[in-house]
């Protein structure tokens, strides 16, 4: 247990980039870094938790010390399954403050061994959110840098999108 192990919990309802920018920027600062999706069944998804998964795994299951796991339930249960300390978490500009502070302080009554860090993502994916990644695609705009290729190929297959502008299918 001398490995450190980080676990880098959400949704990924899908994966945009600036997920993608954190897994990139935490990577290198632990051993092993457990990509978990959480498995809500009261949140509705636009992806199976399966779908997602596969999407992970393809873009960096195969980079060193990624894992991509689902989970349900309490976090830090997770967190013993898989023997990890660390909960990471993204702070966009300040609207992720009040919500994510609330969450690092109940997993650490929960867990006191449990620490909860802190990271913020490249200044161009301060605004992106998933449910707006969808939302724009749905509305025909272009989500180029946005999101990874193959998020926006099965982003066509779920979604219609209704403008033209974006009709290239
Ligand atoms: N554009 C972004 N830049 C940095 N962190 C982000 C961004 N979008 C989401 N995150 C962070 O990634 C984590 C997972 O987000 P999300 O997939 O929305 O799951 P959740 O349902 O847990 O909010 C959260 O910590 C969130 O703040
Ligand atoms: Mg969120």
Redo the contacts with the bound molecule.
């Keep these: 247990m001398s490995d450190r192990i980080a676990v880098?919990?959400?949704?990924?309802?899908p994966?945009?980039?600036?997920?993608l920018?954190?897994i990139e920027r935490c990577r290198p600062l632990y051993d092993r870094l457990v990509i978990a999706v959480?498995r809500?069944e009261a949140?509705r998804a636009l992806f199976s938790v399966d779908e997602r998964l596969e999407i992970i795994r393809d873009l960096v299951g195969k980079d060193r010390g990624c894992e991509v796991e689902s989970f349900s339930g309490l976090l830090v249960d997770f967190m013993d399954q898989v023997g990890a300390r660390i909960v990471?978490?993204?702070?966009?500009a300040v609207t992720?403050f009040e919500?994510?502070f609330q969450m690092a302080m109940m997993n650490r009554r929960l867990n006191p061994r449990v620490e909860t860090v802190f990271?913020?993502?490249k200044e161009e994916?301060?605004?992106?959110?998933?449910?707006l990644v969808k939302e724009v695609f749905s509305l025909g705009g272009d989500l180029t840098g946005l999101v990874p290729d193959p998020v926006l190929a099965r982003l066509r297959r779920h979604l219609e999108p209704r403008s033209g502008r974006s009709r290239r299918r």
């Design positions: 880098y919990p959400g949704s990924f309802d994966i945009h980039n600036g997920h920018d954190l959480l809500n949140k990471v978490r993204g702070l966009r992720d919500y994510e990271m913020a993502p994916y301060n605004y992106l959110s998933s449910s």
